[in-house]
């Protein structure tokens, strides 16, 4: 899978060069591209933003830079079809795990990071002639600009895409999976630890008790911590 990030501050992608993420890149699984967009402008102080029409607070991304960034990246992409564009806001869709599935079958991803009170309008009609455009939000709150989301979304769908992880079993039984619960709660050596026990179910060597006191475990967790999604698993069919 190839993706590339733009944005202003291309050094807080250096985070996706680390651990699980950095090895699948030496391995070839991954391509990450970063790119800064100032180097798509052309006047003394790389002006990225402007006022905004109709006046009212902060600045607004200019598109022309946006374009030309985009363009760029459009010219190296593999993907026989359209590339997808992700704009990261907290206007946007919500980004969840069944989006990290769909979005880690994509060939190639393209992140638009923006700042400030966001990116001009038409942006993102010219940007629809080039990609499939997903405005995604990481959840509801607002952070300084869409990079911390990038790095989120990148991680989660990058973890998923064949040979990143490993061990593909650990994939199965995590939290946000199929069967819409929380994970169950994990212990390790040693038994004992300050005065605090590992259950002993655990040590019982039954795993099929084993199974069904995780199972217990995940319900009332999810039932107590995320009411929304012990609603929907109730409703699952
Ligand atoms: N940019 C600022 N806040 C955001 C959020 N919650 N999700 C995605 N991008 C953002």
């Known amino acids: 899978m190839r993706i590339d990030v733009i944005s202003i501050f291309p050094e807080y992608l250096n985070a996706l060069n680390l651990s699980l993420l950095g090895k699948a890149q030496d391995a070839g699984l991954l391509e990450v591209n970063v790119h800064d967009l100032r180097n798509h402008t052309f006047d003394r102080h790389k002006t990225v933003d402007d006022t905004p029409y109709g006046g009212g607070a902060g600045m607004v991304m200019k598109p022309e830079p946006w374009a030309l960034a985009l363009e760029s990246v459009l010219e190296t992409s593999p993907a026989a079809q359209k590339p997808v564009l992700i704009v990261p ?109 590992v259950p002993e179910i655990l040590l019982s060597g039954d795993h099929g008790k084993i199974a069904e006191w995780r199972k217990e475990q995940q319900a009332e967790r999810t039932r107590t911590r995320r009411p929304d999604l012990w609603f929907k698993h109730q409703n699952m069919a």
Request: net charge negative; hydrophobic share 40%.
């Open 89 to 197: 806001t907290p206007s946007g869709e919500g980004f969840n795990q069944s989006a990290a599935y769909e979005l880690a079958e994509a060939e190639h991803l393209v992140f638009a990071c923006g700042r400030y009170e966001g990116i001009d309008e038409r942006m993102f009609h010219w940007a629809r002639e080039h990609f499939w455009v997903r405005l995604m939000s990481v959840g509801d709150y607002v952070l300084n600009g869409g990079e911390v989301a990038a790095l989120a979304m990148v991680e989660a769908i990058g973890r998923l895409v064949p040979g990143v992880v490993g061990n593909p079993e650990s994939l199965v039984e995590e939290s946000h999976g199929d069967e819409g619960l929380l994970e169950y709660p994990v212990y390790t050596k040693p038994s004992s630890w300050r005065g605090y026990e």
